[in-house]
């Protein structure tokens, strides 16, 4: 278990380091912006959606590597999806993350790297942020969400 968190730690500080994706993208045709006050991470996810399919998706913003890293996997998970199936993906993250006593990863591959914040609360809402984020975006022009309204319980 010790070996395992260690991977995805590191996974995690890759991430950050190099993070996928950040970049403005110049013909997106929606976009959010996210903002957890709790942390101060701050990012805006870009989207290129044709008939229904996520084309193309990019991030931009600042924050800790927590939320860094979940946006640049986010971005690299779910181009190419339809934005009915990254909503799905969205669900099952947020479950993981938010289901309370059932930590469930199914499908989520490495995404199931951050199921280890479960136990620290703030910083869930770090790891879902980009996800909130994209949900948002995927509603309309341009959207604002902020984590604030959401509160998590500690897993037990
Ligand atoms: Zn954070």
Redo the contacts with the bound molecule.
Sequence with gaps: MAELRELYQEMIMEHNKSPRNFKVLANANRSAEGF?P????RLTIYLRVESDRIEDVAFQGS?????KASASMLTTRVKGLTTVEARQLFERFHRMLAGGSSADSTGLEKLAVFSGVRQFP??V???T?AWHTLRAGLEGAHQVVTTEEESYEPAS
Excluded: H, P, T
Excluded at 38 to 41: A, E, R, S
Excluded at 63 to 67: E, N, R
């Design positions: 957890n709790l942390c101060g991470d924050g800790c590597a927590i939320s703030v910083r809402k770090c790891a942020l």
